[in-house]
């Protein structure tokens, strides 16, 4: 028998809003609220601040490792701002502006990353989930929220974060195809970054798109300026109104840049130049929603110092309370319990060992 050619109708858009100078295109334009535009703005200062605040303290011994969100402010923030407080957001590992958009207290998320369970815990009536180090495992969870909604017959919607290196993973297309088939109100948010620690995108996969991949399981796909907040958040929110009328999930695939290392125990020198960060500095999506912001009048230099200066104020005062909480909340001998039985030999020593160490530091401190 002949070959028979097959017609697959798959479209794939990418969009784009604002340009790198701020320039915007007005039949693009999404009518947001001065208000709305104003706090989008306020969040994407507050999170490149607190990044920058927060790799001052990881360097200092301060604070452990995380993942700088710096670049991809817009990325986050364009998305989460188009869910209701009833949606469900799924966070991976370097979603601290998303966190800070739902009302995650900068303390929580200081405490996570120093080290504290505690600082994992999700605000009562917060319907998101903790921070998920596992590569592209939270896809899944969001997935099952999706589907409960669903199968409860309410109107939530989930929305994940992930990177570009979850779609090389098998839980990335568990997920998708899962979703397809059951039509959850599940909001897959793609934040290619264009690198997984140091495996550029190029190495990953062959797809000239990440969005396409969408499309092998029959879902809307689109490829975003991710650097341009206007543009993510006109694609999400048209996917959370998808998901929310009953017709199923979609891919949105933000294309950015992640301006600092991987994590802070990371080396980004050892793998890409100086000349591709500095092309990507000239993209940065504050400076260009910065200049749109200016052009419709909406702020000026003294506004944007203003938003800077409180800000600052908020983060340092979250950092007392960060710090003053790590005195209080737990004892460090505490590591030993609620693992063994009978501790084996070697760990009763360290606990002994650590025992007499405190012991020592709350001596010298009584006679200081």
Known sequence: MPRTPLVVDSPLEYLAILDENGVV?????????????????RFMVLGRRLDERMLQLQRQGRLGTFAPIKGQEASQLGAVAALEPRDWMVPSFRETAAQL????????????????????????????????????????????????????????????????????????????????VYQTPTVFVCQNNQWAISIPRSKQTRSRTLAQKALAYEMPGLQVDGNDVLAVYTA???????????SGPTFIECVTYRMAMHTTADDPTRYRTEAEVAEWARKDPIIRFEKYLVAKGLIDSQGMEAVASEADAAIQQAVQRYEALTKTLVDPLQMFEHHFEQLPAHLLEQQDELRRFLEAEREEARHA
């Open 25 to 41: 295109d007005s039949a693009l334009e999404p009518n947001l609220s001065q208000e709305l535009l104003l706090k989008l703005h």
């Open 101 to 180: 958009w739902r009302g995650t207290p900068m303390e929580s998320i200081l405490l996570y990353f120093g080290g504290f369970d505690e600082g994992g815990r999700i605000p009562d009536g917060q319907k998101d989930l903790p921070v998920s180090i596992p590569v592209a495992s939270q896809l899944l969870h969001a997935v099952g929220l999706a589907w409960a909604a669903k199968y409860r017959k309410c109107d939530e919607v989930a929305m994940t974060f992930f990177g570009d290196g979850a779609t090389s993973e098998g839980d990335f297309h568990e997920a998708l195809n899962f979703a397809s």
């Open 236 to 246: 999400a929110a048209e996917a959370v109104q998808r998901a929310r009328s009953g």
